[in-house]
T-cell receptor, first 112, second 111 residues
């Protein structure tokens, strides 16, 4: 089955700096890669996603890149703000199975 | 309002008791999932369902069981709770689109 590795497990940055979180997946048939943000005490919520037919997607300060050959994808947050502090999860799934497998999560702390 | 609801939000129960965690969604989604979330963050898939009368075990072995008799309802049952079952349990649902929506979670403590 699919296995998703996520790094780093913790990340601390200064406000205004960029943050990058990386994930690798094992199943080359996976074609959908979402990123979820979970604030303390709250439920995970989708912030951005990418399909395998696209190499990069951007939404304001966040962007995701996908390298299908290497089977890895990354989340980039620019101009970080304290409200970006949360746990971020990457995930992978493939059409047909729809089983959503998550990475272990990255706790991002943005220091003011 | 279309959403996914979990009850109870918090539960403290004694060892050996039978419990059922409720999950209902009003979004008309066919796929539903149960995740167990460690205090250290990781989301472990323990059960999923593609539709009515469909249930599958996830990647993390769990002593819990699920049922899917109605599209909107996906309850999780522990026949005999143990302290090792103490965790947060998150229910999620997914329709024809790609986004999965999560419930608020049930924080279970077994004493």
């Amino acid at each position: 089955g699919e296995n998703v590795e996520q790094h780093p497990s913790t990340l601390s940055v200064q406000e205004g700096d960029s943050a990058v979180i990386k994930c690798t997946y094992s199943d080359s048939a996976s074609n959908y890669f979402p990123w979820y943000k979970q604030e303390l005490g709250k439920r995970p919520q989708l912030i951005i996603d990418i399909r395998s037919n696209v190499g990069e997607k951007k939404d304001q300060r966040i962007a995701v890149t996908l390298n299908k050959t290497a089977k890895h994808f990354s989340l980039h947050i620019t101009e970080t703000q304290p409200e970006d502090s949360a746990v971020y999860f990457c995930a992978a799934s493939k059409g047909g199975s729809e089983k959503l497998v998550f990475g272990k999560g990255t706790k991002l702390t943005v220091n003011p | 309002e279309a959403d996914i609801y979990q009850t109870p939000r918090y539960l403290v129960i004694g060892t050996g008791k039978k419990i059922t965690l409720e999950c209902s969604q009003t979004m008309g989604h066919d796929k539903m999932y149960w995740y167990q979330q460690d205090p250290g963050m990781e989301l472990h898939l323990i059960h999923y369902s593609y539709g009515v009368n469909s249930t599958e075990k996830g990647d993390l072995s769990s002593e819990s069981t699920v049922s899917r008799i109605r599209t909107e309802h996906f309850p999780l049952t522990l026949e005999s709770a143990r302290p090792s079952h103490t965790s947060q349990y998150l229910c999620a649902s997914k329709g024809q689109g790609t986004e999965a929506f999560f419930g608020q979670g049930t924080r279970l403590t077994v004493v």
